[in-house]
């Protein structure tokens, strides 16, 4: 297994913080593209609040092996600031069955987001609580393999592009490329999410 040293991912979630200050000062006026409109007798609200649950491939850049990756998320704004909060699981088996190898994330994200009628994407980032186990080492004894493993919990860096496609003005299919990086547990790969919006206000008669 390669070991890479990734200390200076200790100072990236503070770096992060000092940056996302500094932008949600700046981003306090709200825009009119917030307001409501009425689409084929229905009343919406554009950049609400939305739900994506999504699952697909990574690859972990420390075992050099592919695994299987699974997240809820729940996307916000706050006047002009767009923020992302949510959980995201990394293992070699499906997240229900057991594995000591595996990833938990608990992240908190600050990004930017476009929606129109038919789109939705956006692009977030910020620090992420991992926890889990990874293998450690492996033994040779009498030639018998044997895989030993270590549990950690350390803050790193979540981020994430999304793009979705609204087969409905609130429902949609996308797909979302992101990386998680602590010095225990790097991944990054693709995901397909289903996409839910609160948008829908009501019908206009």
Not at 61 to 78: C, G, I, N
Not at 98 to 122: A, C, E, P, W
Not at 177 to 191: F, M, P, R
Request: charged fraction near 20%; charge should be positive.
């Amino acid at each position: 297994m390669i070991r890479i040293d990734y200390l200076k991912f200790r100072i990236i979630p503070a770096l992060f913080l000092l940056l996302f200050t500094s932008s949600f000062a700046l981003s306090q006026i709200v825009d009119d593209k917030y307001d409501e409109f009425i689409l084929k007798n229905k009343l919406l609200k554009p950049y609400c609040g939305y739900v994506t649950i999504g699952t697909g491939l990574n690859f972990n850049f420390l075992t050099l092996s592919p695994e299987k990756a699974f997240s809820l998320a729940y996307h916000f704004r706050v006047k002009n600031s767009h923020f992302q909060t949510g959980y995201h699981v990394s293992s070699d088996k499906f997240f229900m069955f057991r594995s000591y190898q595996m990833l938990s994330d608990i992240f908190f994200l600050y990004g930017h987001r476009k929606d129109s009628l038919k789109y939705n994407y956006g692009f977030y980032a910020g620090p992420t609580y991992g926890f889990g186990s990874t293998l450690a080492y492996v033994t040779d004894v009498d030639g018998k393999l044997t895989n030993w493993y270590k549990s950690f919990h350390h803050i790193g860096l979540y981020a994430e592009a999304e793009y979705t496609y609204k087969i409905n003005y609130d429902f949609g299919l996308g797909l979302s490329v992101y990386t998680s990086l602590n010095e225990d547990y790097c991944v990054g790969g693709l995901k397909v999410h289903l996409y839910f919006s609160g948008a829908f206000r009501g019908n206009i008669e």
